[in-house]
């Protein structure tokens, strides 16, 4: 049955590539995903790709959605971007009250948000008042609602925990409640529309708070699946998957420039020189092994979360290693096949490469898969506490 519905969102992603393909140079001149990109991709349910199948969405396995995405990047980077911003998140439902939960998935509601700086919420009568500003909220635009972390405040003072930090609590509200200010001007992921997100003394009721916490714990009933038992993990994994996509689209296309290619200065077609030749084999064994490596991970993650186990330490190590990999493979591969299409990579007006080429080194400046977190993996590695503070959730 598995593969069966893995093949039918596949057949579906191809059956949406040519409007894809269509809008994705609006998507990077506008600086954000086309609306009826959006719409198509939300009626074919690949938003809720993760959500339980009792409460309407498709209720992929990990791996087959993880695929999904990777080959919805291949086609647009900005779509499979905004796409698992929305999707592999999902997760975080699992730490709402139960009613809040049903309420937006039977709204079929479409979740961006930003994680730094916190928010503030001051306690009021019936829930919370929310002020803050976010950068970075991939997806804004068509967003329904924004969920944040935000620091609970009582009489303008944080609210401290046993543990001595103050409580963070999560809340989520709708989109139209906040406003978007045009601020995304970046080098690659134009399309992508990460634009910055103000609330301005926003109401939030409690039932549209949560206490941020492991998302196994105490989770809601609506989300009966074993997705949370993978924690927030997914959400690193989906940054570093798009740069999979690219770096796939990035060789492909580089195949048919250099098989077409008339070079200046040169007797001899690029495809038979053997640099050429050795760019085109090491960016190909660059991202098989990254992929291998993800993948592999995913899988192992997967049938523990399937056993109805939440996932340990070991396996949200070699995730998190996998996307931080991933994210650092698909550039160098990227690079590789840069070199092998000389001139042309710099040519905006012929070929999506130097789009590819801006867009995978954007993404591995992105927190959540930086070089920087193989650091944080090798402190756990040592038996050390590690430093990033997504790792236990």
Same mark, same amino acid.
């Given at each position: @049955?598995?593969?069966?519905? /893995? ?7 191809? +059956? ?24 198509? @991709? ?7 790709? =993760? ?25 647009? /980077? ?16 699992? &730490? ?8 937006? =998935? ?78 995304? +001007?970046?080098?690659? @992921? ?13 109401? &939030? ?26 924690? &927030? ?12 996509? &690219? ?101 905006? /007006? ?30 756990? @590695? ?12």
């Amino acid at each position: @049955m598995t593969q069966v519905i /893995s093949r039918s969102v596949l057949e579906t992603v191809a +059956q949406l590539e040519p409007l894809i393909r269509q809008h994705a140079a609006e998507a990077e001149a506008n600086r954000g995903l086309h609306p009826q990109v959006h719409h198509a @991709m939300l009626e074919a349910g690949l938003f809720h790709m =993760f959500v339980p199948r009792s409460q309407g969405g498709l209720e992929l396995d990990v791996v087959s959605g993880f695929e999904a995405l990777e080959e919805v990047s291949r086609i647009d /980077s900005a779509a499979g971007w905004n796409l698992q911003i929305a999707a592999a998140p999902i997760g975080m439902a699992a &730490i709402f009250p139960d009613a809040t939960a049903r309420e937006l =998935f039977a709204q079929r509601a479409v979740v961006a948000g930003g994680f730094f700086p916190p928010g503030a919420l001051q306690a009021v009568e019936g829930g919370f008042r929310l002020n803050g500003r976010w950068a970075f909220v991939s997806g804004c635009q068509n967003a329904t609602h924004f969920v944040n972390p935000c620091i609970e405040l009582k009489d303008g003072a944080p609210v401290m925990g046993p543990d001595g930090h103050p409580v963070i609590r999560v809340c989520i509200y709708p989109a139209r409640e906040a406003t978007v200010i045009d601020t995304w +001007q970046p080098l690659g @992921m134009r399309g992508t529309g990460s634009h910055d997100v103000v609330a301005d003394n926003i109401f &939030i009721p409690t039932e549209r708070t949560a206490f941020l916490r492991p998302l196994h714990i105490d989770r809601c009933e609506a989300f009966d699946g074993p997705f949370p038992n993978l924690g &927030i993990t997914p959400t690193l994994l989906g940054n570093a998957v798009v740069g999979l996509g &690219i770096a796939r689209a990035a060789i492909d296309e580089s195949l048919e420039i250099i098989r077409t290619k008339t070079p200046a200065h040169f007797q001899t077609q690029p495809g038979q020189r053997s640099t050429v030749q050795a760019h085109l084999g090491r960016a190909e064994a660059t991202l098989s092994a990254a992929r291998a490596y993800f993948y592999d991970s995913l899988r192992k993650a997967w049938t523990i979360a399937e056993s109805g186990q939440s996932i340990g330490i070991e396996e949200r190590k070699h995730l998190q290693l996998a996307a931080s990999y991933a994210a650092e493979s698909a550039a160098q591969a990227v690079d590789y096949v840069h070199a092998a299409v000389g001139s042309t990579g710099v040519l905006e /007006s012929q070929h999506a490469f130097a789009r590819h080429f801006r867009d995978v080194h954007t993404i591995t400046q992105h927190a959540l898969c930086s070089p920087t977190r193989f650091e944080s993996m090798g402190q756990i @590695m040592l038996g050390m506490e590690t430093d990033w503070a997504f790792f236990h959730i």
